[in-house]
């Protein structure tokens, strides 16, 4: 098919919390191996107006050492009315994002943050009136940032965050239950015995998967790793170090040579790891949390970040799909329930289709 017969969509993401981007991302990755029909793109916004990187630096930074800030700019809307004014008002004049748009000429563009809404659409109006404007609602609660009049379509996790919307003032009939998007990879059946082969697992104990996500210190995370290494019954653990070449190493150092350890920094096969688990230890970002759901994988999620984590937190645990800790120290305790949690061959599926081939459908009609 040429390229003028192709639906022109652009992705946009930014950079401020790594499930947006991974969001993204699934949406190019199932379009180009899905849809032949459909040109996809997808960008981070700071690379297009590299302005907005302050403000994805100055989001890490308060939810990494001030999450009570983050909390009160979460919870008061006034508040975070304010910075995306700030936002837009400090960027409305700058062309640059508009002209790559222009460039791009799309036919719709799908966001997978809400930071970047305002650039694009006001309550007077969208900028490109002619293009079909839609945003991915990436964590279970939608935030009153979230609603404009002249969004085309919003595409949610679950009827709940529907609801939410509904109250906001959202046309119901703008809102559709899809999940949130995640890599085409997680819908493809393996088996979870070639799986351990590949990784080296040599028995059929239970697997725990523990990603280091979250904030912790090295004393704390060597002590809880030592406890799940000592927990009787046995478990496999897998230790995920997220890129973090400081804490691999000394995680490494500190437990070199246990036959139930493996050890890995990072991995761009996260979701062959997950299969094979019984259990994941995890931050309850809404990404890792849909990946959980999709493949049934109760997840223990640590001190969640107040704002939206919470809010997924409280999803997870609603819907019998995980516990959540306040302490790092309370995984050993919750881990049998949860363990055994992992047995229910009954949890709920939220996700029997694709998250991706939903919001395409829609965006297609």
Not at 1 to 22: C, D, P, Q, W, Y
Request: net charge positive; hydrophobic share 45%.
């Amino acid at each position: 098919m040429s390229m003028e017969n192709k639906k022109n969509i652009l992705i946009i993401s930014m950079t401020a919390g790594f499930g947006h981007v991974r969001a993204g991302e699934a949406l190019l990755d199932y379009a180009k191996e899905y849809l032949s029909s459909v040109h996809a793109e997808h960008v981070d916004i700071i690379t297009i107006n590299p302005k907005l990187k302050k403000y994805a630096k100055i989001y890490d930074v308060i939810i990494k050492k001030l999450p009570f800030l983050w909390a009160a700019i979460y919870k008061y809307s006034a508040v975070s009315a304010i910075i995306k004014k700030g936002i837009f008002w400090e960027n409305a004049s700058d062309k640059t994002l508009k002209e790559y748009i222009t460039k791009k000429n799309p036919d719709a563009i799908i966001l997978t943050n809400v930071v970047a809404l305002p650039m694009l659409a006001s309550s007077s109006g969208k900028i490109f009136p002619d293009i079909k404007l839609a945003i991915v609602v990436t964590d279970y609660h939608a935030h009153p940032s979230y609603f404009l009049e002249t969004i085309d379509q919003y595409f949610v996790p679950h009827i709940k965050v529907g609801g939410d919307l509904e109250k906001l003032g959202v046309s119901k009939e703008k809102i559709t239950v899809t999940g949130i998007p995640i890599n085409p990879r997680f819908y493809v059946k393996e088996q979870v015995g070639e799986l351990k082969a590949k990784f080296g697992i040599k028995n059929n104990l239970p697997v725990v998967v523990f990603i280091a996500s979250f904030k912790i210190s090295k004393q704390d995370l060597a002590a809880i790793i030592k406890h799940l290494l000592e927990f009787d019954p046995p478990i496999n653990l897998i230790f995920i170090a997220n890129g973090n070449e400081e804490v691999h190493s000394f995680i490494q150092t500190k437990f070199a040579g246990h036959e139930r350890l493996l050890m890995v920094n990072w991995t761009n096969v996260i979701e062959e790891y997950l299969k094979l688990s019984d259990v994941v230890i995890s931050k309850a970002g809404g990404l890792t949390v849909s990946e959980c759901i999709a493949l049934q994988k109760p997840l223990i999620m640590v001190n969640p970040i107040p704002g939206q984590e919470e809010y997924n937190a409280e999803f997870v645990q609603k819907n019998n799909l995980g516990v959540k800790v306040n302490h790092i120290s309370e995984i050993i305790e919750v881990l049998p329930n949860v363990l055994a949690l992992s047995k229910n061959k009954s949890l709920p599926l939220f996700e029997e289709q694709n998250p991706c081939e939903k919001i395409f459908q829609q965006m297609l009609k």
